[in-house]
T-cell receptor
Framework: AQKVTQAQTEISVVEKEDVTLDCVYE???????LFWYKQPPSGELVFLIR??????QNEISGRYSWNFQKSTSSFNFTITASQVVDSAVYFC?????????????FGGGTRLMVKP | NAGVMQNPRHLVRRRGQEARLRCSPM?????VYWYRQLPEEGLKFMVY????????ESGMPKERFSAEFPKEGPSILRIQQVVRGDSAAYFC??????????????FGSGTRLTVV
């Protein structure tokens, strides 16, 4: 079964703290893609990153970094020096291939609250 | 290069009325996906369509819900005889042909349906 688990439903930090959002996935496929999306209070989905299953190199983009570990089926997301504007719900997602084509399945999301 | 366009952004319907949600995919994208986000929950897959074909409707409720993606015009998600439990954000996404190397979905801003 293809599944994404975000065990942390809600995290609260104080501004400037570092915070890591966990994502664990399940798939039998060898080819798949992992994503993170941000959903701010305004409600739209903002794409953050895509990573394919053959590329385990960690990535850093400004204050954001991602740690992909196939051995533990995890794709964790760290925000360094958090800011109030980072307050949002963050979704991890897995794209896999099935008979129909492909399918994007989401975790339940982690609500991050950054307090000033 | 417009992204995925959904309209309306907000829709209010009384119980028993019909709701029609529209989605125009990104230019060059021939695959459309509908997701539903109930309040305080993650996104759940509903249906996957290509032009004039329903590819996968495993996430669609068995009654009252239907979707189409005609040869011309936007994809339509139709909910008949709406009930309060249909109140949710409905997101549409589009993608290119799977396996083209740009795997990933582009999401619209969503339609927020409120049933009163």
């Amino acid at each position: 079964a293809q599944k994404v688990t975000q065990a942390q439903t809600e995290i609260s930090v104080v501004e400037k703290e570092d915070v890591t959002l966990d994502c664990v996935y399940e798939t039998r496929d060898t080819t798949y893609y992992l994503f993170w999306y941000k959903q701010p209070p305004s409600g739209e989905l903002v794409f953050l990153i895509r990573r394919n299953s053959f590329d385990e190199q960690n990535e850093i983009s400004g204050r954001y970094s991602w740690n992909f570990q196939k051995s533990t089926s995890s794709f964790n997301f760290t925000i360094t020096a958090s800011q109030v504007v980072d307050s949002a719900v963050y979704f991890c997602a897995l794209l896999y291939y099935n008979n129909a084509g492909n399918m994007l399945t989401f975790g339940g999301g982690t609500r991050l609250m950054v307090k000033p | 290069n417009a992204g995925v366009m959904q309209n309306p952004r907000h829709l209010v319907r009384r119980r028993g009325q019909e709701a029609r949600l529209r989605c125009s995919p990104m230019k060059g994208h021939s695959h459309v996906y509908w997701y539903r986000q109930l309040p305080e929950e993650g996104l759940k897959f509903m249906v996957y369509l290509q032009k004039e074909n329903i590819i996968d409707e495993s996430g669609m409720p068995k009654e009252r819900f239907s979707a189409e993606f005609p040869k011309e015009g936007p994809s339509i998600l139709r909910i008949q005889q709406v009930v309060r439990g249909d109140s949710a954000a409905y997101f549409c996404a589009s993608s290119q042909e799977p396996g083209q190397g740009s795997e990933g979905y582009t999401f619209g801003s969503g339609t927020r349906l409120t049933v009163v």
